[in-house]
């Protein structure tokens, strides 16, 4: 992860004939103020174009020392935390994910806060536990 972000590249991730093969009609596209080779050409297209989404749990005791042997995420990376949902989202979002629930039953914001669960994945991962026992009723 930290060599794609940084570089643009993934070190032995194509063969020399799979790499001939991608790169052969690159050099029509390699625009006129480009001096380089093709594939420096399509290592910049990479780092142009490549968007990733990593979703990373703050709580996990290896949170730390994920971000720390990724320094790029420090330097090639934007940082979107989310630290919670608001409350209305907390009352709807069972409801959207288990539709045949009903709307005077669905307490899982409150359930959720009250258990101490810390992040929203979790709270997803209890809806999920709730309707495969509904699913096995």
Request: glycine share 6%.
């Amino acid at each position: 992860v930290n060599c794609l972000l940084c570089s643009g590249e993934v070190p032995g991730l194509f063969s020399p004939e799979e790499l001939d093969t991608l790169l052969g009609p690159l050099k029509e596209r390699m625009e006129g103020d480009f001096v380089g080779t093709v594939s420096q050409f399509f290592t910049r297209q990479v780092l142009r174009n490549l968007h990733v989404v990593f979703i990373l749990d703050s709580t996990n005791p290896n949170f730390r020392s994920q971000c720390e042997a990724n320094p790029a995420l420090y330097t090639k990376c934007e940082f979107v935390w989310l630290d919670g949902w608001a409350a209305g989202t907390m009352s709807r979002l069972p409801r959207m994910v288990i539709p045949e629930l009903d709307k005077d039953k669905s307490s899982f914001h409150v359930i959720h806060s009250g258990m101490g669960m810390a992040t929203p994945r979790e709270y997803l991962n209890s809806l999920d536990v709730y309707n495969s026992v509904l699913d096995n009723k």
